[in-house]
């Protein structure tokens, strides 16, 4: 589970996974693509039934419950996460959802940090509230007394991103984890912005979510998402009575889960040229003055913080952002670079090979009303920019210099 210098480092748990060979000795796994499965004696199938007999025995039921290939790649994302266990979902929302809604009864409470991706917000805010009567205070994560504040008797989780979407605030893991604890709380984290460099279950969350729509899948074609936890946990989120997962149905179809087993073994490598790449260009950004955001650079209010808890050699992430001012500008800077210089795309979402931008506000954030966009610190300027490893760094760096000059920013 760890490197050669003793401290853990998500390449080295993935390499200690026992290699699941195809049904033919393929060197990848098989796709179980069968949505049911038979068994040999059909007293198992009260077994399986009960949970008496499941897929850590090789026994499997039906293909909305587990499967081996998303059980495979579920054990993937745990070994990187040094979780118990993990499985995939339909998508980030699926995870997310399923979560919250495996912890929270009707009549619970959750504390949310005040910048989380606009549809978790939704979710918190309109969704449970209304479908599921659980409700949510908001609060600025890296304000630990108000967090505390924000707990009550029913508070059954604190939720946070680990790299907040869009802001880029960085939550004090340990911290955090030790509030929740002290409330009897779980603590959720999101670590879609930061998959290898951090490890929030090493930091002290009890559960860790992902959209693997983005940097974990890399290649913005697929739409899915994982909760890791421990394997209790797992477990209940499959149950037949009151599993989320298996009764809300937001697992994973084993053809996908097989589509993003075969990029999680280069996940290490793109997450390192992806933060090569965005602290660059924040650095150069920062020494021209202009207002970025990146939690690698030194001047960021939770730089030491992060530096504290990554894992060594994967960077900062690969998103960083950068107040144009007004949302006329970052639209013209935007259109620039993708329409003349064809450098990115106009597009929500992160973690694509190639560049993606979108002004925060107006977009992923749009769900938040504008007092609370303000209150989370999402100018109406904010590009949010995850930055792609297509083409030269130099080439893309006069290209996003040219761009920045046609908007008037001093370059
Ligand atoms: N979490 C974060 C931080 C996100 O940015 C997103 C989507 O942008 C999600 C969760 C939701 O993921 P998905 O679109 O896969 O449902």
């Known amino acids: 589970m760890t490197s050669a210098n003793g401290k853990f480092d998500p390449r080295a748990a993935l390499a200690d996974l026992r290699h699941e060979f195809g049904e033919h000795g393929g060197v990848n796994l098989s796709i179980e693509a069968s949505t049911t499965f038979t068994v040999l004696e059909a007293?198992?199938?009260?077994?399986?039934?009960?949970?008496?007999?499941?897929?850590?025995?090789?026994?499997?039921?039906?293909?909305?419950?587990?499967?081996?290939?998303?059980?495979?790649l579920g054990k993937q994302l745990a070994?990187?996460?040094?979780?118990?266990?993990?499985?995939?979902?339909?998508?980030?929302?699926?995870?997310?959802?399923?979560?919250?809604?495996?912890?929270?009864?009707a009549g619970d409470h959750v504390v949310s940090g005040n910048t989380v991706y606009g549809g978790t917000f939704a979710l918190l805010n309109s969704f449970l509230p209304a479908k599921a009567g659980v409700t949510t205070t908001f609060v600025d994560v890296t304000d630990h007394a108000a967090v505390e504040r924000a707990f009550r008797g029913n508070t059954r989780a604190l939720y946070v991103e680990s790299i907040a979407n869009p802001t880029l605030v960085v939550s004090d893991i340990p911290a955090l984890a030790a509030i929740a604890h002290r409330h009897g709380a779980a603590l959720i984290v999101d670590n879609t912005f930061s998959p290898m460099l951090l490890t929030p279950a090493n930091l002290g969350a009890d559960i860790v979510v992902h959209s693997l729509t983005k940097f974990i899948n890399g290649a913005s074609d697929i739409i899915a998402g994982a909760v890791c936890g421990t394997q209790e946990f797992i477990g209940e989120l499959m149950d037949l009575q009151l599993g989320t997962l298996m009764l809300l149905g937001s697992?994973?179809?084993?053809?996908?889960?097989?589509?993003?087993?075969?990029?999680?073994?280069?996940?290490?490598?793109?997450?390192?040229?992806?933060?090569?790449?965005?602290?660059?260009?924040?650095?150069?950004?920062?020494?021209?003055?202009?207002?970025?955001?990146?939690?690698?650079?030194?001047d960021?209010?939770?730089?030491?913080?992060?530096?504290?808890?990554?894992?060594?050699?994967?960077?900062?992430?690969g998103v960083f952002g950068l107040d144009l001012g007004t949302s006329a500008r970052a639209e013209r800077f935007m259109e620039t670079l993708q329409n003349e210089h064809g450098f990115g795309f106009m597009a929500v979402s992160l973690g694509f090979f190639d560049t993606l931008m979108s002004c925060s506000g107006e977009t992923t954030s749009s769900e938040l009303s504008e007092a609370d966009r303000r209150e989370a610190g999402i100018p109406p300027g904010y590009v949010r920019i995850s930055i792609g490893y297509t083409g030269s760094v130099e080439q893309r760096w006069a290209q996003f210099a040219s761009a920045l000059e046609r908007v008037g920013a001093p370059v």
């Open 43 to 72: 007293e198992t199938m009260p077994e399986l039934f009960s949970g008496r007999v499941g897929p850590e025995g090789g026994c499997y039921l039906y293909g909305r419950h587990f499967n081996p290939t998303v059980y495979t």
């Open 251 to 298: 697992t994973m179809d084993a053809r996908t889960a097989f589509n993003i087993s075969m990029r999680v073994p280069h996940l290490g490598l793109r997450i390192v040229e992806h933060s090569r790449r965005a602290m660059l260009f924040a650095q150069r950004l920062s020494d021209l003055g202009l207002p970025v955001v990146y939690p690698g650079l030194a």
């Open 300 to 317: 960021h209010p939770q730089h030491a913080l992060l530096a504290s808890m990554v894992n060594e050699g994967y960077g900062f992430g």
């Open 79 to 105: 070994a990187i996460e040094n979780t118990g266990a993990g499985y995939a979902t339909a998508s980030g929302m699926g995870a997310i959802a399923a979560a919250l809604m495996q912890l929270c009864d």
